[in-house]
Structures are given as C-alpha cells and as structure tokens.
Nanobody, 124 residues
Framework: QVRLVESGGGSVQSGGSLTLSCVASGIPFSEYCLGWVRHVETKTREGVAGMGRDGRTAYEDSVKGRFTVSQDNTQNAKYLQMNSLKPEDTAMYYC??????????????????WGQGTQVTVSS
C-alpha cells in the first residue's frame, strides 16, 4: 500500500521560508515521480513543482527561483523548500506520486497517490 505523509506547513510572514517534507512508504524511491500540488478553495488544484524518476525538476512559473524540490534517498523523502513566500502562495499543499509519470505534471489528474495535505499561510 502506497502512503505519502507530509509535514512542514505553517504560518509565516511575507518573505519568509518553509520546507515541506513528503515521506513515502510502500513504493521504492526510484520508481515514482513526485509532484507538489497546491489548492485554494476557489480554484482548481495546480501543480507548482515536480520531480521525475531521474531527479529532474520542473517548476511553475510563479514559483521559479523561489521553490526548490530536493530528495533524500536514505529516507525515501522529498522536500519542497519555499523561499521568499508571498501571500498568494497561501494554500493547502499536497505531495502526489505517480508510477506512470505520464502527462502534464501540472495537472492534478495525472497523480495516483496523494498525501494528506499541509496548510501554508503567508501573511502580508
């Protein structure tokens, strides 16, 4: 059974930083792609960052240069480092995994497994 567990959300002021963690179990580290998807109630879920099986990363334009995806092979964990946070980054953030790794990573429907979500709130 695949399980993703997230942690690291919280409340920060504009310009602050947070690091989200996603620990996977039930699936080998090297066999899935991972995405970070955020959701605001009035909007559809949007992918903000992704990492392929080969470790390559991709970012949505609004977070480029501010967010960084990394991984820790020993812990089967992946991270989203978020710097220079803005109020518009406020959302529920989910990590999501896919074995097939096909399709547009920015689209929520391609992901097979989801974490429980962690709230990020950025105040101005």
């Amino acid at each position: 059974q695949v399980r993703l567990v997230e942690s690291g959300g919280g409340s920060v002021q504009s310009g602050g930083s947070l690091t989200l963690s996603c620990v996977a179990s039930g699936i080998p580290f090297s066999e899935y792609c991972l995405g970070w998807v955020r959701h605001v109630e009035t909007k559809t879920r949007e992918g903000v960052a992704g990492m392929g099986r080969d470790g390559r990363t991709a970012y949505e334009d609004s977070v480029k240069g501010r967010f960084t995806v990394s991984q820790d092979n020993t812990q089967n964990a992946k991270y989203l480092q978020m710097n220079s946070l803005k109020p518009e980054d406020t959302a529920m953030y989910y990590c999501a995994a896919s074995v097939a790794c096909r399709g547009d990573w920015r689209v929520a429907s391609i992901w097979d497994y989801w974490g429980q979500g962690t709230q990020v709130t950025v105040s101005s």
